[in-house]
Structures are given as structure tokens and as C-alpha cells.
């Protein structure tokens, strides 16, 4: 069996190395840019088990499990289980007041380190302008009003006995115990918080292209510089069949293509005459240098629910983050830089959830794409009624943290097998099966950071 992955970010190098470890040797993953350098450099890297119903919270699980055997195996220092908190806080952007928290109304505007040009280290220059509060936040699309903190914390609730029910580990934490764990953080309006001791930080750039080396090592071609331009399919003795690609340097038959394109995979899917329901929205992380003193090594990873933004440690910076921008963008033509808006709401986040950190040097940041679904789960597995088609794609935001489970279960509908995780079979694998759409269908784009999934 001829297999061809379109796309060597995080999801197809990990749908080839199962297939690999399944035995399969006639295996090219061919990208048309760098392994690794596409959505996958760009993401914050959390890893977090809070997920959103059991078969997710399996998929985050079994992740983190692969991630750690494929460290052991392939070396370098691309995961680290670092814990994490999940808190409540109060909105931290309730307009023109909070904006002024800086002190003098102003925000830091930074030009994109581009991760995609080369590691996933960051440096860069800085500057000043003076800047508007940010938008939207929380459950709410912009305009409208995010829930009480009360629905907040109930819904939360309810997750947090769900994942407990599913063996995940979370640890409710009182103020005065979180005070005694980080008293770096201003704990005073945190509502409610959990502690998640198995959640990770990873730098998905680094272990893409550990990924693909090996991959290498194991006669795998993974061929970088090489647009995918064309999806061909013909007639197989049941109907329509894939029956390779076409790249710039020629046609390359295969009987399987997995199409783990990202963004990009609507163009691709349009020349076989298919098309999915994917939407590309923007979303941006920044980069911090902390004050003398603080590492951001010691800092724990923490996601404010109600606030709406994420931090972690990032190779010797604190990284930044927000949700979801909810306007579906062009992949060919997106704004690369932060906002300064976004620079702005990140500082003030930073300094309120973490008064030392005032002064904290920005010293990066990029936007890059996420890939909405309508149901907001991946599409996987066979698709469009071409047989020998299947699909990688549909992270929400959330690819890198489950990229490992799925390249399982992926590898194991292309070979015709059972899904499963680690060998046990996995309940309810219809909700990710990708031909549950058949072509696109419209949808508003979902906030990333809500608290309804678990619901
Ligand atoms: C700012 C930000 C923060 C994020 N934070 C997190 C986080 O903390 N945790 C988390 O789990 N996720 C996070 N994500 C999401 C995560 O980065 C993505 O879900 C994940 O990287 C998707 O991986 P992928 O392999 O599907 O896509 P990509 O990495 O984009 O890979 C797709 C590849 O396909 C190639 N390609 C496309 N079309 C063609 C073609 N025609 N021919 C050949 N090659 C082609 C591209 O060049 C690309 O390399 C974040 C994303 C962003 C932008």
C-alpha cells in the first residue's frame, strides 16, 4: 500500500509515525514549506487535560502519554509536565478602566518573531503606542454578555466531576492554598481554581522536527518544499478511489492520502471537486521577558477561564495568550503580527494576575490560523466517499495537545482497523469521524474559551 500525508505539522508527522509503527513503509509525508513550521511552530504548546467530555479528555490523555514515550525515544526537551491551573477570575478587560491599569493607558507594540522562519525561541524589538482596550472575552461573542461568574463556576463544576469520573486528576484549590503554592499571583478575585498535575508545556515546532527526523531515519520520505497541487482520485472497483497527488515536481501515486493540511485543506480537498466544513480564524499568542528574579520556568501554566487567557513558559519567556477571533480569514493572506490590542490586554493580564511582572519586557508575539468545525471536534478518518481519502484535520484550536491520539486513530482507519488508544477501544469514535459532513456547511465560529462544551 502506497500512503501519502499532505502536511508535516503536528498531526501528520504523528498520523506517519503510527503507520510506521505499524509497519508501513511505503509512507511519504510531503509539505509544501518546513516540517513543523506551519500552524504547529505557532501554537503556545499547552497541554492541558481540562477537557471538554471524556472521549476529548482520552484523546489529551493518551497525548500526554505519547508525548512522553516519543521524548524518551527521540530525545531533546520538546515536553515537560509542568501541572496546571484552571481559574476563575474576575473580567479582566471591563473597558477603558482596565486599559488605563498600566498606568499610563498605553500598551506595547511588537513586530512577529515568526516561529515558522526557524526555532521555537523568540527576540525581538519593541516599541510603544497608545492603544484601545481589547474585545471580546470569556463565553461571549463580542457585543454580547459573557455568564455570571455563579454559571461560570457551576458549569465548571460539572466538568471537573466529569473528567474525575474519567480518572483525570483535578485538584480544587482553595484561595489560601493557592496563595501558599504561588504566592506570586494575585489571588484576590479568583473565584474558584483547580489544579491539574499531569498537564504539560510543549514546544510543537521542536518536536515536529524531531518527528520528522526520525521518520527519515526510518525510511520515511518526508519531503519539505513541495505543494501538494492536486488531489487526484479515478475509478476503484467499488467508486470513486484515490489515486495519488500531484505535486510541483510531478504525480505521485498512492492508494491512501491523508489530507492533514490544516487551514489549507478546503484548496486542496476543491480539486478533487470535495470540499469540508473548516474555517480558519486567527488567533495570536505574545512573548514576555519577566523582571530579574522571576523564571518564567518556575511560573505554572494557567488558563483564566472568566478572563479568557492563557499563560505558560516558554523557553525562558512567558507566553501570552487569548481565545479565539471569530471572523473567518483567508490562509493565503492573515495578518502575521499581534494586535496591539492584544499586546495591551495581554500586559494588563499579566500585571494584574501577576503584580511582580509589571515591567515585564514584551519581546515578541505572532498570530497565526486555528481550524473551526461546526461542532467544534475534529474531522478524522475516511471522507467524501472516495475511497482511500481520509482527513486529519479540525483542531479548534487545540491540535497540538491531541495530535498524538489522533495520529493513532487515524492510522488505524487508513488501515482498516478497529480505532483505538493505546489498544483499548474507544467509545463514541463517530463524533470525530469526518464523514459525518458531507461537503461545507455554514457556521459561526465558536469561542475557543468557553465553558458550555462540557454541558
Ligand atoms: C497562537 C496559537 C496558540 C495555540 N496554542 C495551542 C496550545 O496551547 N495547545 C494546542 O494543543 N494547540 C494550540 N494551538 C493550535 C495548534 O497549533 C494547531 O491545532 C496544530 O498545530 C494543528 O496542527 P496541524 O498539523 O493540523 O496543522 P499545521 O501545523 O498547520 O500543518 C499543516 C501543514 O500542511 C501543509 N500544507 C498545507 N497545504 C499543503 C499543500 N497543498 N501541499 C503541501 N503541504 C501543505 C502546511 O505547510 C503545514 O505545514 C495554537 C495555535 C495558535 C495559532
Known amino acids: 500500500?502506497?500512503?501519502?500525508?499532505?502536511?508535516?505539522?503536528?498531526?501528520?508527522?504523528?498520523?506517519?509515525?503510527?503507520?510506521?509503527?505499524?509497519?508501513?513503509?511505503?509512507?511519504?509525508?510531503?509539505?509544501?514549506?518546513?516540517?513543523?513550521?506551519?500552524?504547529?511552530?505557532?501554537?503556545?504548546?499547552?497541554?492541558?487535560?481540562?477537557?471538554?467530555?471524556?472521549?476529548?479528555?482520552?484523546?489529551?490523555?493518551?497525548?500526554?502519554?505519547?508525548?512522553?514515550s516519543q521524548q524518551a525515544e527521540l530525545g531533546g526537551s520538546f515536553f515537560r509536565v509542568t501541572g496546571s491551573y484552571v481559574v476563575v477570575g474576575a473580567p479582566t478587560e471591563p473597558g477603558a478602566a482596565a486599559a488605563s491599569a498600566d498606568g499610563d493607558g498605553e500598551g506595547t507594540r511588537v513586530g512577529p518573531r515568526d516561529p515558522g522562519q526557524g526555532g521555537d525561541a523568540a527576540r525581538h524589538a519593541t516599541g510603544r503606542g497608545g492603544l484601545p482596550p481589547t474585545g471580546a472575552v470569556g463565553d461571549a461573542p463580542q457585543g454580547r454578555t459573557a455568564p455570571a461568574t455563579e454559571e461560570v463556576i457551576r458549569r465548571l463544576?460539572?466538568?471537573?466531576?466529569?473528567?474525575?469520573?474519567?480518572g483525570v486528576a483535578v485538584e480544587a484549590v482553595d484561595p489560601a492554598a493557592g496563595i501558599a503554592a504561588v504566592p506570586a499571583w494575585n489571588w484576590d478575585d479568583i473565584a474558584a481554581a483547580w489544579f491539574l498535575p499531569h498537564d504539560g508545556a510543549l514546544l510543537p515546532g521542536d518536536g515536529a522536527q524531531l518527528l520528522a527526523r526520525r521518520l527519515r531515519q526510518r525510511e520515511v520520505k518526508v519531503l519539505e518544499g513541495s505543494p501538494v497541487r492536486e488531489l487526484a482520485t479515478g475509478s476503484g472497483p467499488g467508486g470513486p478511489a484515490v489515486a495519488g497527488v500531484h505535486t510541483a515536481e510531478g504525480p505521485v501515486a498512492a492508494d491512501v492520502v491523508v489530507v492533514a493540511a490544516g487551514v489549507w485543506t478546503r484548496s486542496l480537498l476543491r480539486t478533487a471537486g470535495?470540499?469540508?466544513?473548516?474555517?480558519?480564524?486567527?488567533?495570536?499568542?505574545?512573548?514576555?521577558?519577566?523582571?530579574?528574579?522571576?523564571?518564567?520556568?518556575?511560573?505554572?501554566p494557567l488558563h483564566d477561564v472568566t478572563g479568557a487567557y492563557y499563560w505558560l513558559p516558554r523557553q525562558g519567556l512567558l507566553a501570552v495568550g487569548d481565545g479565539t477571533g471569530l471572523v473567518e480569514e483567508d490562509p493565503d493572506a492573515f495578518r502575521r503580527d499581534p494586535d496591539p490590542e492584544f499586546l495591551a490586554a495581554s500586559r494588563r493580564r499579566l500585571e494584574h494576575r501577576m503584580p511582580a511582572a509589571r515591567g515585564a519586557e514584551a519581546v515578541g508575539g505572532w498570530a497565526h490560523l486555528c481550524d473551526a468545525t461546526p461542532d467544534r471536534r475534529p474531522l478524522l478518518g475516511p471522507y467524501g466517499g472516495v475511497a482511500g481519502l481520509h482527513l486529519a484535520v479540525g483542531f479548534n484550536g487545540f491540535g497540538v495537545m491531541r495530535a498524538p491520539a489522533v495520529g493513532e486513530l487515524v492510522a488505524a482507519f487508513v488501515l482498516g482497523e478497529e480505532p483505538a488508544l493505546g489498544g483499548e477501544p474507544v467509545a463514541g469514535i463517530e463524533s470525530l469521524r469526518a464523514d459525518r459532513f458531507d461537503g461545507f456547511v455554514d457556521f459561526p465560529i465558536g469561542q475557543g474559551f468557553n465553558t458550555v462544551d462540557a454541558d
Open 1 to 68: 500500500m502506497e500512503i501519502v500525508v499532505v502536511g508535516a505539522g503536528i498531526v501528520g508527522l504523528e498520523v506517519a509515525w503510527h503507520l510506521r509503527e505499524a509497519g508501513i513503509r511505503r509512507l511519504a509525508v510531503i509539505d509544501r514549506g518546513a516540517a513543523g513550521r506551519g500552524a504547529t511552530a505557532h501554537g503556545a504548546g499547552l497541554l492541558s487535560h481540562f477537557a471538554w467530555n471524556p472521549l476529548d479528555a482520552r484523546l489529551v490523555r493518551r497525548s500526554a502519554e505519547l508525548y512522553a
Open 157 to 166: 463544576r460539572r466538568r471537573v466531576a466529569m473528567l474525575r469520573a474519567v
Open 274 to 300: 470535495l470540499d469540508a466544513p473548516i474555517k480558519p480564524y486567527r488567533t495570536q499568542l505574545s512573548l514576555w521577558a519577566l523582571p530579574e528574579g522571576i523564571d518564567p520556568d518556575d511560573v505554572p
